[in-house]
């Protein structure tokens, strides 16, 4: 339990911040509320944002209207100028500024991740980092393809693949079997299936009849039904193109 708050309220924020696929491949990731995490990590960068504005404005704005002063008290601008027309210019200098847009679009970015995480439950990563993990992810096959020998991730995703379809050849195909467990103020649901779920990976959020889930994990086990999820309950969810959908049927659930 204290791990868990430790990992939510400090480590989670930081790593809040980073792309889902990064978040994955961290040593504690089950261990963290992303909401809380994602929320929290909106806050701080709203604050950090507005702080960064706020100083930003005083060291470009005061030194110029005071250049501007200057300048007119000693005639330099014209005998008509006033001190409105000075600090109006000294605005535009800094309305128009980019370091001002790029404060002003963190500041953005963070009320709409804390918006996702509070409302959605979405943990949305930074746009940058994103932008980064999607270009690498597009670079990622043409480094592979020049490569002569095959790396051994590659080998071991082929192995994988090759056990999951001798595992199939010999498997029944049954009914999913579904499991409720309820930990403190949380509640997770595992679903056991005898065939893979297309698409079903950590931490997209799944539709259970009614009911929004965000997916925790996946693995391969032994026994009629090897392929398992495991899902945790969210508070609230909206429907969307990317929520895998599914029905409980002719489901068993185990009690």
């Known amino acids: ?55 930003w404005y005083q060291y470009l704005m005061f030194p110029i209207v005071d250049r501007g002063v200057d300048l007119a008290l000693s005639g330099k601008l014209g005998v008509e100028v006033t001190d409105q027309q000075i600090a109006g210019a000294a605005y535009t200098v800094f309305l128009f500024h980019p370091l001002t847009w790029v404060l002003a679009y963190f500041a953005i970015e963070g009320a709409v ?9 979405n943990v949305l990563g930074t746009l940058p980092l994103g932008l980064i993990d999607r270009t690498l992810a597009l670079l990622a096959p043409r480094t592979r ?27 029944k195909q049954v009914p999913d079997e579904l499991q409720y467990k309820t930990d403190q103020t949380q509640e ?18 799944v539709r259970v009849d009614d009911l929004y889930y965000r997916l925790e994990e996946n693995s391969v086990d032994y026994g009629p039904r090897p392929f398992r999820y495991c899902l945790r309950r969210l508070e609230r969810g909206v429907p969307g193109r990317n929520v895998l959908l599914y029905k409980t049927g002719d489901a068993v659930v185990k009690q």
Request: net charge positive; glycine share 8%.
């Open 188 to 205: 997770f649901l595992e679903i056991r299936a005898s065939r893979p779920k297309d698409d079903w990976l950590a931490p997209k959020v």
């Open 145 to 171: 393809a020049k490569t002569t020998f095959p790396d051994q991730g590659n080998a071991q995703s082929f192995a994988g693949a090759v056990r999951e379809r001798t595992m199939l050849l010999r498997l």
């Open 113 to 121: 991740r804390l918006c996702g995480a509070a409302f959605a439950e």
């Open 1 to 55: 339990m204290l791990t868990s708050l430790v990992l939510t309220y400090i480590a989670g924020p930081l790593a809040a911040f980073l792309p889902a696929r990064w978040r994955n491949t961290l040593p504690f990731p089950g261990h963290v509320q992303w909401s809380r995490a994602a929320g929290l990590s909106g806050v701080l960068e709203v604050g950090a944002a507005i702080l960064a504005l706020a100083n």
